[in-house]
């Protein structure tokens, strides 16, 4: 058995961290066991390795070279991207379509225990805070401690704060230097306000999906009927959800060349949107500069 108070806990954070990460870093905390987050020049170093090279959409491979660098620690916890969907992607009798057939999206802790030997032990976390929590929570706590008294102190302490993701609104009112406003959708771990400047062309305002609500986007996209991976679910109810604003003037879409599952959703957001959709390949994008500089940004430990 583990001594817990030695216990080192890696963390991959280059997937979707703003949404559940800290409260997973407290936990940890308050288990006495070690958070261990990737130094840089490790991540760089891992990117070379024949087996991170070996994936091919950019934000997996930056997530593997951040898993291997981590791989003297403990235990590491990988993030869950679309929870309670099966191996195969889909609930049992459904079509698989887009991300929910694709291993990187459908079960990322899988597919990265496949792709990457010599890796610790793998703990998957849901990545979000929606629902599900508190049962994996206290079931990593319990490998932790283990010690029922103490993982219900923990838990109880901190079952608050897991409370689901909300992002900063965005602005819809263009200034007079704007003279069109563009929707920008992609996979949700694709964006953040650095990649969203990027793609920002001269006099144009940009309306990025991850300032709006991934639940509203999901709400969004059953009104096109069918089953969706809700991660796909977000990016074709943001282009559904643009394409029905009468003030956006095109759809622009980040895309990785790499992903059959990003492939699939540019063809879903042509055949679905009202408005002009323009596409961007994530390729093309970092051509400036190394993509672990943009797609694994140092994560605090807040």
Do not use: C
């Amino acid at each position: 058995m583990l001594d817990f108070r030695a216990v080192r806990v890696g963390f991959v954070t280059t997937l979707l961290w703003e949404r559940y990460g800290a409260l997973w870093l407290r936990l940890v905390r308050d288990a006495e066991a070690e958070p261990v987050l990737a130094p840089a020049d490790a991540v760089l170093a891992a990117w070379s390795d024949p087996r991170v090279a070996a994936v091919g959409p950019l934000a997996f491979r930056a997530a593997a070279a951040q898993a291997l660098a981590l791989a003297q620690v403990d235990v590491l916890f990988v993030p869950d991207l679309n929870p309670g969907i099966d191996g195969q992607g889909a609930p049992a009798g459904a079509i698989a379509p887009g991300g929910a057939g694709d291993p990187w999206v459908a079960d990322f802790p899988d597919a990265l225990r496949a792709a990457v030997a010599g890796l610790p032990p793998l703990v998957a976390v849901p990545a979000s805070l929606e629902q599900g929590v508190e049962a994996i929570a206290v079931t990593a706590l319990q490998n932790l401690v283990h010690d029922a008294h103490s993982v219900r102190r923990i838990w109880g302490r901190r079952r608050a704060e897991a409370r689901p993701f909300r992002p900063q609104p965005p602005r819809w009112t263009r200034r007079p230097e704007e003279g069109r406003t563009v929707g920008l959708v992609a996979q949700p771990w694709l964006l953040d306000d650095a990649m969203a400047a990027r793609l920002t062309e001269a006099g144009e305002l940009i309306v990025p999906q991850h300032r709006l609500d991934p639940r509203d986007l999901r709400a969004e996209a059953e009104r096109l009927g069918g089953w969706l991976a809700p991660t796909d679910a977000e990016v074709l109810g943001a282009g559904r959800l643009f394409g029905r604003r009468g003030g956006v003037a095109a759809v622009r879409v980040l895309a990785d060349r790499a992903s059959g599952a990003d492939a699939w959703l540019v063809d879903r957001l042509r055949a679905q949107s009202r408005k002009p959709v323009e596409v961007r390949y994530l390729q093309d994008v970092l051509a400036d500069a190394h993509p672990l500089e943009v797609l694994a940004p140092t994560v605090g430990e807040g």
